[in-house]
């Protein structure tokens, strides 16, 4: 009897062993995944807040001058997009090292622009912006990346490091005559554009040009500015009815309907389907309608919001 009790209480206690190791486990366990789940959602709110700049390539397929802004049309496998470039934009040509303006693009250019991560859009097919801070003329031979670079002047990615030479411009996207050194490359997002780089890891290069893309750029919202309504409109398949300057002018495309008037920043629109469109979000033009030369003139959102 003696033994029989001996072995009952023995097994007793190794059942609570194990149970006790098992609880023990599952807590280390549990512990583990969610310390890991808690890491990567930190790591992936570090990463959305060090995108600050998206970039988008494509070859250009049309590029119409308009006078004090070019609009410029991009195919690529991301549906294209459209843009609409100031005279001043910042625009480089990687092979020359060149600035040049927006009316010096032609179609078939390979282009890169530079755009802040959060860039307002129309809600059209292809989208359309005027929010790119740079672009540039793309060499056949020539490589670039876009990424925030650390007091080592490696990129976030731990692809590529810079080792500057005298042969390096470095410039800002504003065009500023500042004199820039490394010191204002360390900690900032940078587009970088190179030729040769090392099989290494990170792969080094002394590049042709760093593009310093200064944190403020991206809060600076543009300038509004007057585009010609009759034009614009056309060009986008609206038929464009204009009787009086005391009655309002009529845009008509399929099933839309939209009406404005001479003096005001509002509009009218109205359209048979359900669906969500543009113009339906926008609640007024940045600048009121106004008459130029015999012109009809509207901000360039408004435009920018039409199908």
Known sequence: MKKKAII???SGVLCLTMLMSATVFAETGLKKISSETENNIISEEVKQQE??????????????????YCRVQI???????IFYIDEDAFIIDQQSGKRLTAKDLKSNMRITAILPAKAPMALSLP???SQAVGFIIRSDNGSMDLSLYNDSLVNKNNTL???????????DAKGSDKVFTAEDI????????????TASIPAQTAPEMVIIL?????????EPKYVSLRNEAEAK????????????????????????????????FTHRTKDMKALDQLEKMDLPMVLKNGQAMVSSNFIDALE
């Open 8 to 10: 009952e209480i023995l």
């Open 51 to 68: 995108e600050q700049y998206i970039t988008e390539e494509g070859i250009i397929t049309q590029a119409e001058d308009k006078g004090e």
């Open 75 to 81: 195919d690529n496998d991301n549906m294209g997009m």
């Open 127 to 129: 989208p359309q912006t």
């Open 161 to 171: 490091k810079l080792n500057l030479s005298e042969n390096t411009k470095i410039v």
């Open 186 to 197: 360390k900690n900032n997002e940078c587009a970088v554009l190179y030729t040769v780089s």
């Open 214 to 222: 200064d944190k403020e750029n991206q809060l600076q919202p543009s």
């Open 237 to 268: 398949g609206y038929k464009v009815e204009w009787t009086s300057n005391k009655k309002p002018i009529i845009l008509t495309k399929n099933d839309m309907k939209i009406e404005i008037t001479v003096g005001s920043d509002g509009f009218e």
